[in-house]
C-alpha cells in the first residue's frame, strides 16, 4: 500500500523557519522524482519545488528561491522543505507528490503551514 505521510507543518511568524516532511512507503522511492506543492484557500494548487530520483538537481518556483530548500534521503524513503525566511504569503497547505514516467502519481494527503503577520 502506497503511503505519503507529510509531517512539520504548524503556525509561526513571519520571518521563521519550518521543516516539512514526507515519509514514503509502498513503492520505490529512490525511483521516483519528489516534489512539494502547496494550495492557498481561494487558489489552484501550485508547484513549489522538485528533486530528481537521485538528488541532484532540484527546482524551484520563483517566489520561493533562496528561501527553501528541497532535499531527499533515499536511505530514509524521506523527502524534506526547508523553508525560511518565511511570508504570510507562504500559508497554505502543503503536498508531497511521488512521479516517475508512465506511473501513476502520489500524493499526501498535506500538512497545514500558517505564517502569522
Known amino acids: 500500500q502506497v503511503q505519503l505521510v507529510e509531517s512539520g507543518g504548524g503556525l509561526v511568524q513571519a520571518g521563521g523557519s519550518l521543516r516539512l516532511s514526507c515519509a514514503a512507503s509502498g513503492f520505490t522511492f529512490s525511483s521516483y522524482a519528489m516534489s512539494w506543492y502547496r494550495q492557498a484557500p481561494g487558489k489552484q494548487r501550485e508547484l513549489v519545488a522538485t528533486?530528481?530520483?537521485?538528488?541532484?538537481?532540484?527546482n524551484y518556483v520563483d517566489s520561493v528561491k533562496g528561501r527553501f530548500t528541497i532535499s531527499r534521503d533515499n536511505a530514509k524513503n524521506t523527502v524534506y522543505l526547508q523553508m525560511n525566511s518565511l511570508k504570510p504569503e507562504d500559508t497554505a497547505v502543503y503536498y508531497c507528490?511521488?512521479?516517475?514516467?508512465?506511473?501513476?502519481?502520489?500524493w499526501g494527503q498535506g500538512t497545514q503551514v500558517t505564517v502569522s503577520s
Open positions: 528533486i530528481s530520483s537521485g538528488g541532484k538537481t532540484t
Open positions: 507528490k511521488a512521479a516517475r514516467v508512465r506511473e501513476v502519481d502520489y
